[in-house]
């Protein structure tokens, strides 16, 4: 793959019909990517990764906590996990969406 164009609403869809949380939209060797979505009061069941990953908040409100790190993230945030840290958002105040980014690709 050389190119890939996406737009967040289609991918958005897609998972919805899945019925998943996570989203996978692009998946090369260097890297991976995905649109993770909680709900509002939901729950994050994610263990930690082997990769290093970089989340973007497209929208909602919660609290995310990484080791001694806790804090409240919102639209615009961007968090960097580095691989096998231990870490969740919580106190999903509304519908949460994110891009993750894993580098390497999410094995």
Known sequence: MKVLIA??????QQRAESGKLYREFLHVPA???GLYVL???GTDPQK????DEIYYVIRGNARFQAGSEDREVSAGSVIFVA?????????VAE???LLVFFAPAES
């Open 48 to 51: 930690p990764h082997h990769e």
């Open 95 to 97: 519908e949460l969406a």
């Open 7 to 12: 737009k967040v609403a289609e991918i958005n």
């Open 31 to 33: 890297m991976s990517a």
């Open 39 to 41: 709900p509002g009061g």
């Open 83 to 91: 691989a096998e840290v231990e870490h969740r958002f919580y106190e």
